[in-house]
């Protein structure tokens, strides 16, 4: 399998160069040359593996012979291990809501969200990339919160990675600033900047804008552009479709809560290869730049608004440029250029035809704060179960969409409730506990440097530790 750049003018390369990557030099995302295939014959063969085994069948043709297959699957096999690195034997399980609605949980991996389930493949990833070829990376990022802990647990104690990750000093909630200063392993280096969020990615930015200081420490990016976090999550698709029949016959629909437009560009992939989705509905909070886009196809910049659902409080949204390549037949020079005058103008127009070719698997709708209140009192209320706002965001646009009741619906429950208890219990009273595993975050030991908001007292900070 090869893999090319969606602006058409970087090389191609395989499976192992595309984790490394990250970003194409000609500043695209990689995407696979053409899509596999899934047939009604492997979905009823695949019905009954375990999340790992099937984990395996799907992101083999992704992979390719760029890894040895024995290798990967070992490396699949420790990524899905339950319960210790997921909480659940199912890995994802599914939660019935209603007689034919469903929530797709994906929050028990390690840091109760949604991108443990890429991220713990990643670093293992990584890790056996690195060993192989002996050498080693540095990864610096920057977060708001929520990302940032997924990211240290995919990284923890892993050989030949040591990750950075700025985090502006008092302003993540406790929860948060826990998750990733408790984890106290040699590789794990966390900075609190006496600035804000933007400040944090600021530094972060510049650090990979200095070439020279870029190359002596080997610096990597774990951001969702990088493919292999794709790839990991179109798995999650095809279990539910194979769950709840996986008939040709009988499509699904999915509502998935969305931000960078990774998650629901999965379900599209898995739809391209095969499997019956009728509809991806996506669901944005107030920040509905990608609601606009596919709604009325504008896809232009506003003011970042914040809300109680965080990680989908966004400006631009990486991953949407893989699907405008699909839109504009593959057409690198094409995209190169709409992105060109994007940067520019920060906006860009999707033609008739291109929003025509959209609509046939997508539908998208905007959910403000009061509706998303509504969805978490309502699902408590209807069918007993707790969800985050992030979550409440898909059910509240997935219920909005609906025009068949015939046709099952799924939403995607990113963030765990008890990872934003004051939203929770404003809108139902009810303050969401901590799973077991968690329970004593607030008695575990916290380390953390404190360092001004200094490109040049930071970026030696870094170069002093790095490996
Ligand atoms: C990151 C995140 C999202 C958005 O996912 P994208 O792949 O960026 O669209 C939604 N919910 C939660 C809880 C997240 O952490």
């Not at 390369?13 to 194409?24: I, K, Q, Y």
């Not at 709604?295 to 990680?311: I, K, R």
């Amino acid at each position: 399998m090869q893999y090319v750049s969606t602006r058409g003018a970087a090389p191609a390369l395989n499976f192992e160069d595309v984790v490394l990557t990250g970003l194409a030099r000609d500043g695209g995302l990689y995407v696979p040359e053409a899509w596999p295939q899934i047939s009604g014959q492997d979905l009823s063969d695949w019905a009954g593996l375990s999340y790992a085994d099937l984990a395996v069948k799907v992101m083999t043709p992704f992979v390719g012979d760029s890894l040895d297959h024995d290798a990967f699957n070992e490396i699949v096999h420790a990524s899905y291990r339950a319960p210790d690195v997921f909480h659940h034997a199912a890995v994802t399980p599914l939660q019935q809501l209603d007689s034919n609605e469903w929530l797709l949980e994906l929050f028990h991996g390690p840091t109760l969200a949604f991108k443990d389930v890429a991220l713990q493949l990643l670093g293992r990833l990584f890790e056996a990339i690195l060993a192989r070829r002996g050498s080693h990376i540095t990864i610096v990022g920057a977060t708001s919160g929520d990302t940032g802990s997924a990211a240290i647990e995919a990284c923890r104690d892993r050989e030949n990675i040591k990750i950075f990750m700025l985090h502006p000093a008092g302003r993540v909630s406790e929860v948060q600033r826990r998750q990733m200063t408790t984890v106290l392993s040699d590789n794990v280096v966390n900075i609190a900047v006496e600035g804000t969020f933007d400040d944090c990615q600021a530094l972060v930015k510049s650090m990979f804008g200095d070439l020279a200081f870029r190359d002596r420490v080997n610096l990597a990016a774990v951001n969702s552009i990088n493919w292999a976090r794709v790839m990991a999550q179109i798995v999650y698709y095809v279990q539910t479709v194979i769950a709840l029949g996986g008939r040709q016959d009988r499509p699904i629909d999915f509502s998935v809560p969305t931000g960078n437009f990774g998650d629901v560009f999965a379900g599209y992939v898995a739809a391209q290869m095969g499997v019956p989705i009728s509809k991806l509905v996506v669901a944005t909070n107030i920040n509905d730049i990608l609601s606009r886009a596919l709604n009325q196809g504008d896809y232009s910049c506003g003011q970042v608004q914040p809300t109680m659902s965080p990680s989908m409080d966004i400006q631009v949204s990486s991953n949407f440029e893989r699907l405008l390549f699909d839109l504009y037949g593959r057409d690198g020079a094409e995209v190169n250029s709409l992105m060109q005058r994007f940067v520019q103008s920060r906006s860009l127009e999707l033609g008739p035809d291109q929003l025509a070719q959209a609509h046939k698997q997508f539908t998208a709708a905007r959910v403000d704060e009061a509706q998303t209140s509504g969805a978490i009192a309502d699902v408590l209320a209807q069918s007993g179960v707790l969800i985050d706002p992030h979550t409440a965001v898909g059910i509240a646009a997935g219920r909005k969409q609906r025009n068949d009741e015939h046709v099952p619906l799924v939403t995607l429950a990113t963030a765990h409730p008890a990872k934003f208890p004051d939203a929770v219990e404003r809108a139902t009273g009810q303050r969401p506990g901590l799973p077991p595993h968690m329970a004593d975050l607030f008695d575990r030991e916290e380390r953390y440097e404190t360092l001004p908001n200094d490109l040049g007292v930071v970026r030696n900070y870094v170069e002093g530790l790095a490996g």
